[in-house]
Every structure is written in structure tokens, then in C-alpha cells.
């Protein structure tokens, strides 16, 4: 339904446990200090302390993609983007599938094969440097260990 929280899921595969990396930890722990005197389960919340509405979401991504003078993309294909850097940088392609809830490599393959580097490294770190990186300010992205 349109505007509520999603009470279940469309497979039971689609209910997974991902990897929380440090910088997306920080960037949530800071998000939940600044709606804590809501006191609410959820870590983004409305000026009333309650869910964001989907509409309210979108409305407000579109101002910000506006602002920000890029193309404008739904929220969605930032998934795409994700994956691309995260192959760009080096992430086995097992990682990023699994994180992305895919339940093998065949759709990255397909979508992303032409982002996917030949490093041996088995965790997102490549991807948590690039973004720490960019987080800080930093221009410099290293990907190597």
C-alpha cells in the first residue's frame, strides 16, 4: 500500500542481514542522535517525530536532486550505483550480489560486468575507503590495502 511501512516481503529470501559498514555506521548513529528527542523506533523521521511518508521522500529527493543541478534518477538507482563503484573499486562480485539481495552473481555479471576489477580481496573495505574518502572531502581514493 501506498505511503505505510511494508509488513512483508515479496519471498521469504528476501529477508537478509546486510554488512553495516563503519562509515554508514556513523552516518546512522549521527542521523539518530539528531532525531532522538523523538524517541521513535525509526532513525528518519518527520518534524513530528513519525515515518517519513513515501511521497514526502520522493518530493523531497527530487528538490534535492534539482539543488543539486545533477539529472535527475529515482532513489532506486542509486542501488546501481552503488554496485558500479563497488565493482570499480575491486569488491568480488559474491559481495556485492549478496548485499544487493541477489541470490547469485548472474545479474551482476550481466549488469555490471564491465565495472568488475581483477583484485583478490574478499570484503567491502575498498568500497568503506572510497566512501570514508569522499565522506571526509578527500579527492584522493585509494583501493589499494
Not at 17 to 39: C, G, H, V, Y
Request: one cysteine or more; charged letters at 30%.
Amino acid at each position: 500500500m501506498k505511503n505505510r511501512e511494508k509488513e512483508d516481503l515479496k519471498t521469504t529470501d528476501s529477508r537478509r542481514a546486510i554488512e553495516i559498514r563503519p562509515s554508514m555506521q556513523k552516518a546512522l548513529d549521527d542521523q539518530r542522535r539528531l532525531s532522538a528527542s523523538f524517541n521513535s523506533p525509526y532513525v528518519f523521521v518527520n518534524t513530528q517525530g513519525r515515518p517519513i511518508l513515501q511521497d514526502k521522500l520522493r518530493e523531497l529527493w527530487a528538490r534535492a536532486m534539482k539543488k543539486s543541478g545533477l539529472k535527475y534518477r529515482r532513489m532506486y538507482e542509486c542501488r546501481h550505483t552503488f554496485a558500479s563503484w563497488a565493482l570499480g573499486v575491486g569488491e568480488l562480485p559474491e559481495w556485492v550480489a549478496q548485499t544487493l539481495g541477489h541470490v547469485d552473481t548472474s545479474m551482476i555479471y550481466k549488469t555490471y560486468g564491465r565495472y568488475i576489477r581483477n583484485l583478490i580481496r574478499a570484503d567491502g573495505r575498498a568500497f568503506e575507503n572510497l566512501y570514508a574518502k569522499r565522506a571526509a572531502g578527500s579527492e584522493e581514493i585509494v583501493t589499494k590495502k
